[in-house]
């Protein structure tokens, strides 16, 4: 498999699951400005989104949206447990958070990377994505991870997010939780091995 990225974006997800599941893979680093490959590859020839992530297949084909892509990893290797198995109702539990986290959080960012959004959108987003991190903190409240006690593929996507409150110098301190739930995701071996290898972390 492998996966197109770029450093610190939604992409880190699906790194940190892939490095989660021990699966061998390589990776392929995408500038999102440009839309060109590390290879010189114009992007939108391989993935006509035109965004990451995407993963290559070893079978052939190409899987996009991150909600998709992490479980598509993580039952690759169940006894990993990084998603629970299809029709349980702890599968459909970790789908509802991974479908808040792209719709809800993810997706009412993607305005505030934008230069020329005026800023009273920004105002507006910025209290949106609060009131979800503070429902998330509730959730925190009750046990270390989204699902409970242990770490499954949700709290990449969780972590991948949160990571852009500290790029935009968002002020973190309303969710103590959240960051606290941040540290204990990057204090994963997995996790670490996919910030250096997206070179952020020393
Ligand atoms: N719906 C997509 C959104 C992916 C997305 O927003 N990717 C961003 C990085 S976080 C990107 O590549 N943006 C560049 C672009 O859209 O050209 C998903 O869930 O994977």
Known sequence: MKLFFAPGACSLAAHIVLEETGLPHTLERVDLA?????????FTKINPKGYVPALALDRGGLL??????????????????????????????????????????????SPLFRPDTPADIKEQQLKRIG???????????????????????????LFTVFGWV??????????PRVSEHAERVAARPAVQRA????GLLK
């Open 34 to 42: 440009t839309h060109k490959t590390e290879h010189g590859e114009d």
């Open 64 to 109: 996009t949206e991150v909600g998709v892509v992490l479980q598509y990893l993580s039952d690759q290797v169940p006894d990993r447990r990084l998603m629970a198995p299809a029709g349980t109702l702890e599968r459909y539990r970790q789908m509802e958070w991974l479908s808040f986290i792209s719709t809800e959080l993810h997706k009412q960012f």
């Open 131 to 157: 009131q979800r991190f503070d429902f998330i903190s509730e959730t925190l409240a009750r046990h270390p991870y989204l699902g409970g006690a242990e770490f499954t593929a949700p709290d990449a996507y």
């Open 166 to 175: 500290g790029y935009l110098k968002i002020d973190a301190k309303p969710w």
């Open 195 to 198: 910030l250096k290898s997206e």
